[in-house]
């Protein structure tokens, strides 16, 4: 077993939150070190808690559709690697949408995971908790964060959630579609 096997297997074992998750524990981290492009997202929703496959819900969809790849693709860990802020699904709040990833999961598992990781080129930063994470130096909001994706390269890209939920943001915010999404299926063409 390698030092990869190791720490992948410690993580999918990890109980460290499971008082606090109303699913109980069920950590959702994809990839190899092989892997040459990095999804670091929010935490699972309950969709990608019952079935253990990442963003395989509407989110999966709109993000697939942003990098311009297949299922088939998307889930080839030899390519591509998923890592949430938080692995477990953290359970929902008052007004239907998914409380935030627990804090204790990326300062414990991220440090240990992402070394391994060692062919990564480019890094997605998938919503507002991998952006606030990873980018010291990001803008006073996401939004302008994400407009701002140039100035993080070519380590980073932030990028919104694709929720549903922010179906809005992107109708108010049509240069995303426009200038970033061309580069970032360009530059994701070439990793994979």
């Given at each position: 077993?390698?030092?990869?096997?190791?720490?992948?297997?410690?993580?999918?074992?990890?109980?460290?939150?499971?008082?606090?998750?109303?699913?109980?524990?069920?950590p959702v981290v994809r990839g190899t070190p092989k892997a040459k492009l990095l999804i670091i997202s929010q935490a699972p929703?309950?969709?990608?808690?019952?079935?253990?496959?990442?963003?395989?819900?509407?989110?999966?969809?709109?993000?697939?559709?942003?990098?311009?790849?297949?299922?088939?693709?998307?889930?080839?860990?030899?390519?591509?690697?998923?890592?949430?802020?938080?692995?477990?699904?953290?359970?929902?709040?008052?007004?239907?949408?998914?409380?935030?990833?627990?804090?204790?999961?990326?300062?414990?598992?991220?440090?240990?995971?992402?070394?391994l990781f060692a062919n990564v080129e480019l890094t997605l930063l998938?919503?507002?908790?991998?952006?606030?994470?990873?980018?010291?130096?990001?803008?006073?909001?996401?939004?302008?964060?994400?407009?701002?994706?140039?100035?993080?390269?070519?380590?980073?890209?932030?990028?919104?959630?694709?929720?549903?939920?922010?179906?809005?943001?992107?109708?108010?915010?049509?240069?995303?579609?426009?200038?970033?999404?061309?580069?970032?299926?360009?530059?994701?063409?070439?990793?994979?």
């Amino acid at each position: 077993m390698t030092k990869f096997d190791r720490v992948l297997a410690e993580l999918r074992d990890c109980t460290l939150c499971a008082e606090y998750l109303p699913l109980g524990p069920r950590p959702v981290v994809r990839g190899t070190p092989k892997a040459k492009l990095l999804i670091i997202s929010q935490a699972p929703g309950t969709k990608v808690h019952n079935t253990g496959i990442s963003f395989n819900d509407r989110s999966g969809d709109r993000l697939r559709e942003w990098l311009g790849i297949d299922r088939d693709t998307f889930y080839d860990e030899s390519r591509i690697a998923i890592m949430p802020m938080g692995a477990c699904y953290p359970g929902a709040n008052a007004k239907g949408g998914d409380l935030p990833p627990r804090k204790e999961c990326a300062p414990i598992w991220h440090p240990r995971l992402l070394p391994l990781f060692a062919n990564v080129e480019l890094t997605l930063l998938v919503g507002s908790y991998a952006v606030n994470h990873y980018l010291k130096n990001r803008k006073a909001t996401l939004s302008e964060t994400v407009e701002s994706w140039s100035a993080y390269g070519p380590k980073f890209m932030p990028l919104p959630h694709p929720s549903w939920r922010n179906t809005g943001w992107l109708k108010k915010n049509p240069w995303f579609a426009a200038d970033l999404l061309p580069v970032l299926r360009k530059r994701v063409q070439k990793l994979i």
